[in-house]
């Protein structure tokens, strides 16, 4: 149908074409339960919350909150229809029908729950913050020079105030490692210079911050909030350990639950060695089993295409192996 569907001029072809493309680049299990499900009804919003009502529950929000705060249309039309429609079904009913909205990740409560909606910068202040955002050009925090950072994902922030700078570079370094808001505060303000602290106090950098993180949070989705730490760690300790739910995971996909909520694909080198990541087995220990791997044939190393051969306590084990480790860091599937 995609193929002899005409696309031009035609929403419909286009929009075969669009699906199609979408399917041919997801796995299997996605296009199982998202497509083939045996229990896939289709509901409009208000249609689910009706039934969810039914059962006593209210709608609490999204887990994507930027999707409730205008993104995907444009800032007009969100402000007509938050002014216009009072009833928040009713709103996300209609912000579903102007972007056209196939899924969604809905939190519910008991319904009578306090739902407090005016979300404001002081939330911010009892959260963990996690972010890996990169400036795109010269930032010292120092001036109030404006700079973009962005994620890998091409989402970007631009700010020009010094607390907001020093934060976010902060959060870069430790990254996948989360900070509390307080000591984020800290840290920011001591990478500061003496004249800005004694100019601005602590309290009025963290009201700039904590708006700042708001509309990173809210309009960029850049950075990623949780209530308590994480517990991932960029530095694998001498018996580095793995999250109990990645480890069971890795004896069977390659798809892994990281510590930051997230979905990674990990290669079978890592997720062969992953299960032995359980705080019993110190780097000499887990040299041996992934020697071992690589003497049964399950794990290859090589050096310019060349498959080698080690022999138990070779160097290229133990770099092998900090290699591993580093990466599975990098992804958060280490823990502090």
């Known amino acids: 149908m995609a193929k002899h569907v005409p696309a031009e001029n035609n929403p419909y072809g286009q929009y075969l074409r669009s699906e199609l493309q979408l399917i041919s680049t997801v796995n299997d299990?996605?296009?199982?339960?998202?497509?083939?499900?045996v229990h896939n009804e289709a509901l409009y919003?208000?249609?689910?919350?009706?039934?969810?009502?039914?059962?006593?529950?209210d709608y609490?929000?999204?887990?994507?909150?930027?999707?409730?705060?205008?993104?995907?249309?444009?800032?007009?039309?969100?402000?007509?229809?938050?002014?216009?429609?009072k009833d928040i079904v009713r709103l996300e009913q209609y912000l579903d029908f102007m972007r056209n909205r196939t899924f969604r990740m809905t939190l519910?409560?008991?319904?009578?729950?306090?739902?407090?909606?005016?979300?404001?910068?002081?939330r911010m202040r009892s959260l963990w913050i996690?972010?890996?955002?990169?400036?795109?050009?010269?930032?010292?925090?120092?001036?109030?020079?404006?700079?973009t950072f962005q994620s890998a994902t091409g989402q970007g922030l631009q700010t020009g105030n010094p607390i907001t700078k020093a934060a976010l570079l902060a959060l870069k370094d430790c990254f996948p490692g989360?900070?509390?808001?307080?000591?984020?505060?800290?840290?920011?303000?001591?990478?500061?210079?003496?004249?800005?602290?004694?100019?601005?106090?602590?309290?009025?950098?963290?009201?700039?911050?904590?708006?700042?993180?708001?509309?990173?949070?809210?309009?960029?989705?850049?950075?990623q909030l949780f209530a308590?730490?994480?517990?991932?760690?960029?530095?694998?300790?001498?018996?580095?350990?793995?999250?109990?739910?990645?480890?069971?995971?890795?004896?069977?996909?390659?798809?892994?639950?990281?510590?930051?909520?997230?979905s990674v694909r990990v290669d079978d080198p890592a997720r062969l060695l992953l299960p032995f990541l359980d705080g019993a087995h110190d780097r000499a220990a887990l040299q041996r089993e992934l020697h071992r791997l690589v003497t049964e044939g399950k794990v290859n190393i090589q050096r310019d295409g060349q498959v080698l051969r080690p022999e138990a306590g070779d160097e290229v084990i133990a770099q092998a192996l900090d290699s591993i480790l580093l990466s599975l860091a990098s992804q958060g599937l280490i823990c502090a």
């Open 29 to 37: 299990s996605y296009l199982s339960h998202d497509h083939l499900e």
């Open 45 to 57: 919003f208000r249609d689910f919350m009706a039934r969810a009502n039914s059962y006593g529950l």
């Open 60 to 85: 609490l929000g999204e887990s994507e909150f930027s999707t409730m705060v205008g993104a995907g249309v444009s800032r007009d039309a969100y402000q007509q229809l938050n002014t216009e429609i």
């Open 108 to 122: 519910l409560v008991k319904q009578g729950s306090a739902v407090l909606r005016n979300v404001t910068g002081d």
């Open 130 to 147: 996690a972010a890996a955002l990169v400036p795109t050009g010269l930032c010292d925090p120092a001036t109030t020079a404006g700079v």
């Open 178 to 223: 989360a900070l509390a808001f307080a000591e984020l505060l800290k840290v920011a303000r001591d990478r500061l210079p003496a004249a800005h602290r004694s100019s601005v106090t602590e309290d009025q950098d963290s009201a700039i911050l904590s708006n700042d993180l708001l509309v990173a949070y809210t309009a960029a989705g850049t950075i």
């Open 228 to 262: 308590a730490s994480p517990g991932a760690t960029a530095t694998p300790g001498d018996q580095p350990v793995a999250g109990a739910y990645a480890r069971w995971q890795a004896n069977t996909i390659p798809v892994l639950t990281s510590a930051l909520h997230e």
